[in-house]
């Protein structure tokens, strides 16, 4: 267990491997933990970093702004105290934000980008998770995990085929976060809109999305690839929001083709 000291607070990282940099960015209400078998398998010709965003995982969730700019600066604060000049950014969901988020605004310090399910406008996101950010029912939601957990024990095999594994992580993920980054990030993410800016991206961009995604819209691919000059997607029609965990080794390879061309 490896951590970074900053003004908003402690940043929790692992790494795994040897070779060209990559940070792996997790998701809302996730952690580090989803991408360590991603991780592993790249262990050969990677050095892979993957960090816990403030207010999640075992990064601090005191002191912190829980948006994503605020994420945004933290990636670019991680990479100044690692020495990390340049390095492929890959992101899940709303990390895979943040992650184009900071190839537009720091071009220099990204040679690649690899999106996961993520969402280019906010407008994407289902029903629910656009209610988690408003203040009153993202209160209810924290207040009475008890329902939450039984409706998303429910929908789990909806999510991904890996329902149980899914879900035991997103049940630990929950335990760690705050009233404040629960809500702040993902009324952030939802109020988010890539699009105008996405013509100025000039590093290769690979989108991975599940045909059976209802978290975010997988037609956000559509757009990515509309708008990014340098774009590619890799589509699965088997997988939903979750493809490292739907189809691991299929989503391992298409990641390594693109990052170690």
Known sequence: MSSIVTEQGIVHYEVI??????????????????????MNALSHRCRSYA????????????????????????????MDHLGIASAALVGHSMGGTVALGVALAHPERVAQVAVVGSPIT?????????????????????????????????????????????????????SRTSLRSFFQSIRSLHHTDLRPRLRELRVPVLGIYGARDNIVDPDQAFVL?????????FWMPEAGHFPMLDEPQRFQQALADFLLA
């Open 17 to 38: 491997g040897r070779g060209r940099p990559v940070i792996f960015l997790h998701g809302w209400l996730g952690s580090w933990a989803y991408w360590i078998d991603t």
């Open 51 to 78: 960090l816990d965003f403030w207010g999640f995982g075992e990064s601090d969730r005191q002191r912190a702004s829980f948006t994503v700019p605020s994420f945004m600066e933290l990636v670019v604060r991680f």
């Open 122 to 174: 906010g407008s994407s996101l289902n029903f629910f998770l656009k209610m988690a950010g408003r203040p009153f029912w993202a209160f209810l939601a924290y207040n009475f995990p008890a329902a939450v957990k039984a409706g998303t024990y429910l929908a789990a095999p909806t999510i991904t085929r890996a329902g149980r594994t899914w879900y035991r992580m997103w049940e630990r993920d929950l």
């Open 225 to 233: 690839v509309r708008e990014t000059p340098r774009a590619v997607i």
